[in-house]
């Protein structure tokens, strides 16, 4: 299919798209990378009047790394995330969940922000940026927000980006010594969207933060303790709980209890392996 017709702005800074999307109000989006939207458009199960291209503008292309956090501008590709050479040792969780996010040809082209913005409950930088307890940037005309990760994701495909704002940035606090990263999904082919997929963070002082997605609408977070995390039959039970609480419903790909096993085996592994490689 064909998409229905609409503007296009190429924006060339900052202030030409923020008055392009001021001005479209509700019916304008921006478009990233176009991997997710353009198919959208295509299949009309997007219409909007105009289309705010960002990929040109420099000022959002820049990965910067300052005072303990890595800020990654809404034009930087997953591509170009994934070939920082910081990446491994200031973002551990990224560096593993990036080449489960779709296949290069995508990531070539997809945003890092854009699948934030999609907020697919199965992608994997969503998920990482809940687990990192990251935060993001919005901006519209003549406004600054900074929205954390726990508060951005409202449910399936919809977040806190009001009409009129974009997401500029995202900003991740880099990994500290002696915390450990871990993730791990179960897919039908490498490159597909997860069917269950799980992320963790541990501290240096052995508490786990484990985060999962592809199960409920947003992805979800469950804390441990240390004495918790370490405890094998307080670990399972608390994930047995967790797995239970997320709600999961038979689709296409998958039952509910087989989500719920995955949640349980996945979340264990992931656990085991955020604690075993703290530097
Ligand atoms: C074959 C295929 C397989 C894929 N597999 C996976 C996968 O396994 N895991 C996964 O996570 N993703 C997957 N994707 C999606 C891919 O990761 C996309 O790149 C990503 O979801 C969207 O990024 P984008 O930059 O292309 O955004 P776009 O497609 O340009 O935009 C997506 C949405 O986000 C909005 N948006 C984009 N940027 C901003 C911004 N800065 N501010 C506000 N709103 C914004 C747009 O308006 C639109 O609503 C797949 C895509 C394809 C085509």
Redesign the pocket.
Known sequence: MKPASFDFVAARDMAEALAALREGGDAA????????????LNMRL?TPATLVD?SRIEE?RRIESANGAVTIG?AV??AELAAWPDLAVTLPLIHAALP????MQ??S???V???V??A?P?????LCLLVLGGTVILRRHRRTREVPAEEFFLGMMSTD?APG????ALSLPQARPGEGHAFAEV?RRH????IVSCAAKAGADGAVTLGVGGVADTPRLLELAADAAADPATRDDQLNEFAWSLGARDDLHATARYRRELVRRLGRKTIEEALSCRA
């Open positions: 989006r921006v478009i990233a990378g176009g991997q997710s939207l353009v198919p959208m997007a960002i959002l809404a590709r997953q489960w996010v779709g296949h995508t990531r082209r997809g945003t922000c854009g699948s913005a999609h697919d199965s992608a994997e930088l969503p980006v704002e974009m997401i500029a897919a490159g597909d969207f997860a």
